[in-house]
């Protein structure tokens, strides 16, 4: 029986989705049926998804005002360390391919406090997914799997546009001439006033990527001389913080954000880049017995509707590798051959 709550947003949102297996909508039913405030807050949820198309953000907000006062009974609370206390919400939002959209959200502050402080909304895809969410101002966002985006709800497209990224997302970016976009991450930040461009800085790399499809984009690179580059449509720029080196190239951006249909299309990628998208999709870990395999290049197209077994299967063809899996990890290894 699952007891988290993140794990019951996510069962909840696969189930009104249509994206629940049987097993999932039975153990849904079984934690609806423990009490009667499991029963209300999922069909508040599901009340709010169902009117999330077309009601304001005014009703938005009355809503999750209201689910707010539900979770805090069931959600163990947490508190920010700063000079100022914050409330922060999360949604987990979840696009399953075929596409289908569906969100839950839960607070994890004080219920009492001032409504006046600063309120953060955090929306992350959960691990194997692809999100969409549209944000106040009406930008739509889509979400790579494990990356999350962040933003202040009391300022949004009042006295700004600002939101934090960690990890990769598309933007299709709503045009205000008056009020420039900017995406915040680690390395570098984009700022923009009305376009289209996928972007993917994760913490635990030295690499910062965007490429614009539609529109211009302005980057501004965190180093010692504060660098500044304008990009234009068809454009890819790579910026590698160890060597304060920026690499600007002409791609076809389908390829860079083809992700968000649910694939990876590969045009001439090494074994070593594969892996680090594989390793992010399955949530498992890649070891090469032979570091030399890494290189190998591929050309292709693999989809997160498919299973990891799949996957590997295309590599064990194309690579003439074998493979093995034990403890959550993928071992890769030449193939004996006679």
């Known amino acids: 029986m699952t007891n988290s709550t993140k794990d019951i947003e996510i069962l909840i949102g696969k189930s009104i989705s249509g994206n629940a297996t049987p097993e999932e909508n039975k153990e849904l039913e079984s934690w609806k049926a423990v009490s009667d405030s499991n029963l209300k807050?999922?069909?508040?949820?599901?009340?709010?998804?169902?009117?999330?198309?077309?009601?304001?953000?005014?009703?938005?907000?009355?809503?999750?005002?209201?689910?707010?006062?539900?979770?805090?009974?069931?959600?163990?609370?947490?508190?920010?360390?700063?000079?100022?206390?914050?409330?922060?919400?999360?949604?987990?939002?979840i696009l399953v391919i075929p596409i289908t959209f569906a969100f839950s959200w839960?607070?994890?502050?004080?219920?009492?406090?001032?409504?006046?402080?600063?309120?953060?909304?955090?929306?992350?895809?959960?691990?194997?997914n692809v999100s969409k969410c549209i944000l106040p101002d009406g930008t739509e966002v889509w979400i790579n799997t494990?990356?999350?985006?962040?933003?202040?709800?009391?300022?949004?497209?009042?006295?700004?546009?600002?939101?934090?990224?960690?990890?990769?997302?598309?933007?299709?970016?709503?045009?205000?001439?008056?009020?420039?976009?900017?995406?915040?991450?680690?390395?570098?930040?984009?700022?923009?006033?009305?376009?289209?461009?996928?972007?993917?800085?994760?913490?635990?790399?030295?690499?910062?990527?965007?490429?614009?499809?539609?529109g211009k984009v302005e980057l501004c690179f965190r180093?010692?001389?504060?660098?500044?580059?304008?990009?234009?449509?068809?454009?890819?720029?790579?910026?590698?913080?160890?060597?304060s080196k920026i690499i600007i190239t002409k791609v076809d951006p389908e390829i860079y954000s083809s992700w968000r249909n649910g694939e990876i299309i590969f045009k001439d990628a090494t074994l070593n880049d594969l892996i680090i998208e594989l390793e992010r999709i399955y949530?498992?870990?890649?070891?090469?017995?032979?570091?030399?395999?890494?290189?190998?290049?591929?050309?292709?197209?693999f989809c997160y509707k498919n299973n990891l077994i799949d996957a590997l299967e295309k590599i064990k063809k194309t690579a003439e590798l074998e493979y093995y899996i034990e403890n959550k990890e993928v071992k890769l290894t030449k193939r004996q051959t006679n």
């Open 146 to 214: 494990g990356s999350t985006i962040t933003y202040n709800t009391n300022y949004f497209n009042k006295d700004n546009r600002e939101v934090k990224l960690e990890g990769e997302a598309y933007f299709h970016v709503s045009s205000n001439n008056q009020k420039p976009f900017k995406v915040i991450t680690p390395l570098g930040n984009v700022n923009v006033t009305g376009t289209e461009f996928n972007l993917k800085s994760y913490s635990e790399s030295n690499k910062f990527e965007t490429v614009l499809e539609k």
């Open 223 to 243: 180093s010692n001389s504060q660098q500044f580059v304008d990009l234009l449509p068809g454009e890819r720029a790579v910026y590698n913080s160890k060597k």
């Open 283 to 301: 949530d498992i870990k890649f070891y090469l017995k032979d570091k030399s395999i890494g290189e190998f290049r591929f050309r292709g197209m």
């Open 41 to 93: 807050l999922y069909n508040r949820t599901l009340k709010t998804w169902e009117k999330s198309k077309f009601i304001s953000q005014y009703e938005v907000n009355k809503d999750k005002l209201q689910i707010q006062v539900e979770i805090n009974k069931q959600v163990q609370f947490k508190f920010q360390k700063s000079r100022k206390r914050n409330l922060f919400y999360k949604i987990a939002a």
């Open 106 to 128: 839960y607070f994890v502050q004080n219920p009492y406090n001032n409504l006046q402080e600063n309120q953060f909304c955090e929306i992350t895809s959960p691990k194997g």
